[in-house]
């Protein structure tokens, strides 16, 4: 079946810093993907839509500027943590899609990332 | 918030029993789709149900759909103690581009 996988798992990184995890979709291309922000024992937030080729769709209240997602291939999109601080630190998820994404397409979601900012 | 809501929040049976969870949400959707999480792991995808769907089944588990009362319910029969995770519900809403809205999710422990 379709896989999605991220990297790194786990990572730490210090306050200042930037930090970027990889989401990739391993047997199918993926036009969208879709980043999410989860802490502990809570839901999944939509941070924003990763469209191959074209700017990222933010949600409301996501800063842009601080995570930047990059589309660059049908298998790849990157979520770059800029100057992380401890508050950015939480599980980070990414879903993917198949080509021609629609509704009712399953939707499959990596592994996750944990991101601890010390 | 357009966020759906499970209920209970959090679930304790005994194996063999069934878990029902439930998912309310508050504006027309395209389809429902449950999902499950192992504590600090990714999502599985368990089952899809299409708004015109009634009820799904898949193995153990059973879905049910009122768009009446914009409600799902998910029912696990004969639990097993591997079943203890997590599971969200999350909603296509219409209009929303196919983004999927997860709910808080039902934190279910299945005792051996």
């Known amino acids: 079946g379709a896989v999605v996988s991220q990297h790194p798992s786990r990572v730490i990184c210090k306050s200042g810093t930037s930090v970027k995890i990889e989401c990739r979709s391993l047997d199918f291309q993926a036009t969208t993907m879709f980043w999410y922000r989860q802490f502990p024992k809570k839901s999944l937030m939509l941070m924003a839509t990763s469209n191959e080729g074209s700017k990222a769709t933010y949600e409301q209240g996501v800063e842009k500027d601080k995570f930047l997602i990059n589309h660059a291939s049908l298998t790849l999109s990157t979520l770059t943590v800029t100057s992380a601080h401890p508050e950015d630190s939480s599980f980070y998820i990414c879903?993917?899609?198949?080509?021609?994404?629609?509704?009712?397409?399953?939707?499959?979601f990596g592994e996750g990332s944990w991101l601890t900012v010390v | 918030s357009q966020q759906g809501e499970e209920d209970p929040q959090a679930l304790s049976i005994q194996e063999g029993e069934n878990a029902t969870m439930n998912c309310s949400y508050k504006t027309s959707i395209n389809n429902l789709q449950w999902y499950r999480q192992n504590s600090g792991r990714g999502l599985v995808h368990l089952i899809l149900?299409?708004?015109?769907?009634r009820e799904k089944h898949s193995g153990r588990l059973r879905v049910t759909l009122d768009t009446s009362k914009k409600s799902s319910s998910l029912l696990i029969t004969a639990s097993r103690a591997a079943d203890t995770a997590s599971y969200f519900c999350?909603?296509?809403?219409?209009?929303?581009?196919?983004?999927?809205?997860f709910g808080k999710g039902t934190l279910l422990t299945v005792n051996p």
């Open positions: 999350a909603t296509d809403f219409v209009g929303s581009n196919y983004k999927l809205t």
């Open positions: 149900i299409r708004s015109n769907e």
């Open positions: 879903s993917a899609t198949l080509k021609g994404w629609s509704s009712g397409n399953t939707i499959y």
